[in-house]
């Protein structure tokens, strides 16, 4: 029975991964096509990352690590588009358990900036060189690894990432 639970809990960690990669490729179409239309409304910041958090869980809770966070933004209402904000803050927090060997340690925090909300994603994984941090939000772009693909990825959540921060007049 704990197999049977064990396994049911993996595959729905994958089906909400590949449900997130599959809307990724989808949206990432349509903003090369340039037919991207945001749907904002207000949303509060601080409810999307709890909601993230327990999304990925899971996934650090296998790895024996910590997700934590400190929500101190006191503007942490915006008008954005949830999904697509959801979407962003889920991909960071995903790329931060992916490229995190063991133990993750996460943190996921907010503060008030001169124009909105400033949200910071911080975690103990490998690192990336400051030549490799210069593509990372390129389409496709994959930090070189040899010939070791551990990691499941195509390249396209830090790119759908700074295209939608972007959208929202933001920054990365």
Do not use: W
Not at 133 to 162: A, C, M, W
Request: hydrophobic share 35%; aromatic share 6%.
């Amino acid at each position: 029975l704990q197999a049977t639970l064990q396994q049911l809990d993996n595959n729905k960690e994958e089906n909400k991964r590949l449900g997130i990669l599959v809307e990724n490729v989808l949206q990432s179409a349509l903003l090369d096509k340039g037919d991207f239309k945001l749907k904002p409304t207000n949303v509060d910041v601080h409810d999307l990352i709890v909601q993230a958090m327990g999304s990925v869980r899971l996934a650090v809770d296998k790895k024996g690590g910590d997700l934590m966070n400190d929500l101190r933004a006191t503007k942490c209402e915006i008008f954005a588009d949830r999904k697509h904000v959801q979407n962003v803050i889920y991909n960071l927090l995903d790329n931060a358990i992916k490229y995190t060997p063991e133990k993750p340690q996460i943190q996921i925090y907010t503060k008030d900036a001169e124009n909105g909300i400033e949200i910071v994603v911080q975690d103990n994984g490998l690192g990336i060189s400051r030549e490799n941090q210069k593509k990372i939000f390129e389409k496709l772009y994959r930090v070189p690894t040899g010939n070791v693909h551990d990691v499941k990825g195509f390249g396209l959540g830090l790119s759908y990432v700074k295209v939608i921060v972007e959208k929202h007049g933001g920054e990365v």
